[in-house]
């Protein structure tokens, strides 16, 4: 149930009675409101009794955001109020926290994004919970948002933030993930050891965006610390998103601190590793080549570069030089590519049954002008997806060898492009050729975002040309207009999975949190 907003009001409210009964009337309708949440959050961890606890808390200290100078008006600096002072709403929150606090033996999975607003914030208390009181808990997902470090006492929030979460020790812990990270990952007081699910970074990146963001040394620094891990999720970018105090020997503790040369010499080795996704601003060559991933058979780059980058230059690259054998689900920009990176990199995925190719549109394409020098983006053009399809030997063209065609094993392919690249007869004909009878590994989902209006209906060119369907599935989607500030919201894809909204949605925004995790 939706809270009713806290009432507001500056202090030239308080010039008149007037004012301040008004002000207490309104209060009125608030705290009935506090009080039937209050009744109903009692009601539903009564009605748990003793089972383990999923839990999603998403709260805020009530002037999170504000400054000291947000209460005062411009008649405050003249003279001073000569009403007394109105009174304050309840607060909810300590109740909130007190009932959650009560059952924290019996949390299992938990989520808690909270606005923390000072050292002195109740929601404190959630974190620095005991291990001791929290035994069952094995799914942690913390996202914290605190206050600019340029005021002093936001800054120390955030130096002794660190030492407090004991919630971080718990000790079963398998799964965390943690969104904008407030200090360098490898300082948290968590037991690396144990995790077998790890997800670091906020799923929004960028410049000047404060995300946390590790640099290829951090990075490295926390998966050594990782051996049990199956699946990863980080966020990277420059060697210096975070520089704060930490307390002890190593006083200020940098990103842009000495990085060791890429690859190691001892490579990392994370036996279990199936599924690893990378996203951010930077990925360094040799990156990939520092790591020994046995079972590694996922793999998601979605990093932008400024300028598309050659089979030389790119991680993403290393990544399937390194590991393209053993991959069965790729997920990668294309954009952030040359065309011969992008030939080159589906040469060496001769196992991959998912392809997602996309387009997010954060790269400088380099394709409209004529005499620039910067190196042009790979475009998905009707001729690669003629190098996917199985060519027909036969003159009845009932059968294809699929051995003989890029990618051989692929049955899931999704595209997203923010250019006229291939068309919809490309597409038909891929989707033929690639369900001809006898075929080794026919396709049998397509998801497709074109960046052009419909001329044809593919679905029904599919039946007409006697294309056998049964088990095939798609998701086309067009651009039918100019893009506009305001656009009706993708209704239509509230039932797709994240990874099929994020190849369909008119705007580009990626799963994040664990919501990635296959």
């Known amino acids: 149930m939706p809270l009713t907003p806290q009432p507001r009001y500056s202090m030239r409210n308080r010039l008149t009675e007037a004012a301040s009964a008004l002000f207490k009337l ?31 808390f998403v709260w805020g200290d009530s002037n999170f955001g504000l400054y000291g100078f947000d209460n005062y008006g411009d008649d405050d600096i003249f003279e001073e109020p000569i009403a007394t002072n109105l009174p304050q709403p309840s607060s909810i929150t300590p109740f909130l926290v007190d009932l959650l ?28 919970t005991s291990t001791a009181d929290v035994s069952q808990l094995e ?61 670091l970074g906020s799923f929004l990146y960028g410049p000047g965006m404060d995300s946390g963001a590790l640099g290829a040394s951090h990075a490295l620094t926390v998966l050594k610390a990782c051996p049990n891990l199956v699946r990863c999720m980080i966020t990277m970018g420059s060697e210096s998103p975070i520089n704060i105090h930490i307390p002890g020997p190593g006083g200020i503790f940098s990103n842009a601190a000495s990085s060791p040369p890429l690859p190691l010499d001892e490579k990392i080795t994370l036996r279990h590793l199936t599924s690893m996704s990378i996203r951010g601003t930077s990925l360094p060559r040799g990156f ?15 990093c932008q570069s400024a300028t598309p980058q050659n089979e030389e230059q790119s991680g993403f690259v290393d990544w399937v030089r390194t590991f393209g054998d053993t991959l069965t689900e790729v997920t990668f920009e ?5 065309s011969s990176a992008l030939l080159y990199c589906l040469e060496r995925l001769p196992r991959v049954v998912t392809l997602r190719i996309l387009d997010t549109g954060m790269v400088g394409h380099g394709n409209w002008a004529a005499g620039a020098e910067s190196s042009r983006a790979a475009l998905l053009t009707d001729s ?27 049955q899931n392919l999704s595209c997203r492009m923010t250019e006229i690249e291939f068309t919809e007869k490309g597409l038909l004909d891929f ?13 049998k989902r397509v998801v497709v975002k074109f960046n052009m209006a419909q001329k044809m209906n593919i679905r029904k060119e599919l039946e007409n040309s006697g294309v056998d369907l049964e088990g095939f599935s798609s998701v086309i989607k067009y651009n039918e207009a100019p893009p506009a500030l305001f656009l009706p919201s993708d209704e239509d894809l509230d039932q797709l999975l994240p990874e099929d909204r994020m190849v369909a949605s008119r705007f580009w925004m990626q799963p994040h949190g664990t919501d990635w995790w296959l």
């Open 288 to 302: 990939a080549s520092s790591f020994n991933l046995p079972s590694l058979s996922i793999l998601s780059i979605m």
């Open 26 to 56: 309104e209060l009125v309708p608030y705290e009935s409101k506090l009080q039937v949440i209050k009744d109903m959050a009692f009601e539903w961890i009564n009605r748990s009794a003793h089972c383990p606890l999923d839990i999603a």
């Open 139 to 199: 799914n942690l997902q913390i996202v914290l948002n605190l206050p600019e470090s340029f005021v002093e006492e936001n800054r120390l929030l955030r130096v002794g933030l660190t030492t407090r979460m004991s919630l971080l020790k718990a000790p079963h812990l398998r799964s965390l993930a943690l969104g904008r990270l407030w200090a360098p990952s490898h300082t948290l007081p968590v037991n690396w050891a144990t995790l077998a699910e790890l997800s």
């Open 101 to 128: 606090l009560s059952v924290a033996s019996r949390w299992k999975r938990v989520s808690f994004d909270l606005n923390i607003s000072s050292s002195n914030s109740s929601l404190l208390r959630l974190l620095e």
């Open 431 to 443: 989707i033929i050729g690639r369900r001809r009878r006898n075929i080794t590994s026919p396709v």
């Open 384 to 410: 690669l997806l003629e190098r996917l399809t199985p060519q027909s030997d036969s003159s009845d063209d009932v059968s294809g060898d699929s051995d003989q065609c890029l990618c051989p094993h692929l």
């Open 334 to 338: 294309h954009s952030a590519l040359t």
